[in-house]
């Protein structure tokens, strides 16, 4: 019996196969590892933009953010108006804008302190640069500004400048009845007067409605002061009740002072 000699091509081709599996295995597991990293990453990605919607729609997004979205809080319920007898206003919100800014965010404190005094050139330059390089992520600039205020401020194009709606209270008939009303903090909050007294009632959003009647109350202070000057008083008060119902129909005190 003669025993025959592998074919030498034959073993050739079968090593050449062989390799031809690893290389192909190895490339799909090259390829197999590459998508998994690829899909690890995508999924990342997704779950800190999740986290960041989550975080600014339902937490509001930094301690600070959220402060500001708080002061934005007044806008949605505003506080109520004060009214005389015969509905004339005595005190109302308006809205306005008030500038913050976030130093973290600000590259140059001492060039934007010397734009923002060229706005506000009543600010203390000390103290604005201290707020714009301080650790805090949200600082007062200036509150209660006027819309032309507000659109140079835009112009300058400050990084870390921002604005936030509030409102202002305001007090259409001045200092005539300024000791009945009273007056607000710049928070909103009363601190004197029907302001303080009625805080709650304002803050819901309730109007208020006094007894006064303001053409009354401008008659009665006229008549005082005419008086004080005609002989020389230091000062002078003034009343006027309804006597069917005993309301304060107009109240003067201390005119001239």
Not at 7 to 20: E, F, G, I, N, T
Not at 35 to 45: M, N, P, Y
Not at 88 to 115: F, H, M, N, Q, R
Not at 232 to 242: E, H, K, S, T
Request: proline fraction near 4%; glycine fraction near 8%.
């Amino acid at each position: 019996m003669i025993a025959r000699r592998p074919d030498a091509s034959a073993q050739q081709r079968s090593v050449a196969a062989k390799r031809l599996v690893g290389v192909s295995q190895r490339a799909l597991e090259t390829a197999r590892n590459r998508l998994l990293a690829c899909g690890v990453i995508f999924v990342l990605a997704f779950l800190v933009m999740a986290g960041r919607l989550v975080d600014l729609t339902l937490l509001g997004g930094s301690p600070e953010r959220r402060a500001a979205a708080a002061i934005n809080g007044v806008e949605a319920a505003p506080r109520a108006d004060i009214v005389d007898r015969n509905g004339v206003l005595l005190a109302t919100s308006l809205p306005t804008a008030s500038v913050y800014a976030d130093p973290k965010e600000i590259i140059d404190p001492d060039g934007a302190v010397s734009d923002l005094l060229r706005v506000f050139p009543d600010l203390d330059r000390s103290v604005i640069h201290t707020r714009l390089t301080s650790a805090s992520r949200f600082v007062w600039v200036r509150r209660g500004i006027t819309p032309e205020q507000k659109q140079r401020v835009n112009a300058l194009g400050i990084p870390g400048i921002n604005f936030v709606d509030e409102r202002r209270r305001v007090y259409p008939q001045g200092r005539a009845v300024a000791h009945v009303v009273g007056f607000t903090d710049i928070d909103g909050h009363g601190i004197a007067g029907v302001e303080e007294n009625y805080d709650r009632t304002l803050t819901a959003g309730h109007d208020l409605r006094l007894g006064l009647d303001i053409r009354v109350q401008h008659i009665l202070r006229r008549e005082l002061l005419e008086a004080q000057r005609e002989f020389d008083a230091l000062g002078a008060a003034g009343l006027v009740l309804d006597v069917a119902t005993g309301d304060v129909i107009g109240l003067v005190l201390a005119a001239g002072f």
